[in-house]
């Protein structure tokens, strides 16, 4: 189920990649995609993946932090 997610999602314009994570109980896909394209994917998984599930896939848009850093304490 996961995977066909993966297979959508990474044939839509402006998708730099996709994988799955979690797969155990639940999972998900992480996609690393152009703002613009957020609709396309969004229209990708209504057509191709909600109509043959029961549940529909749930898009959550995130945007990159800084990342993580190491700060010293003054001594």
């Given at each position: 189920m996961l995977d066909a997610l993966v297979g959508i999602v990474t044939?839509?314009?402006g998708?730099?990649?996709a994988r799955l994570t979690g797969g155990g109980f639940g999972g998900c896909v992480i996609a690393?995609?152009?703002k613009q394209s957020t609709p396309a994917v969004?229209?990708?998984l209504r057509e191709r993946y909600d109509p043959a599930r029961?549940?529909?896939a749930r898009?959550?848009?995130t945007s990159p932090g800084r990342g993580a850093s190491v700060e010293f304490a003054a001594e």
């Open positions: 044939k839509v314009d998708v730099l990649g690393l995609a152009r969004a229209q990708a029961v549940q529909p898009l959550l848009q």
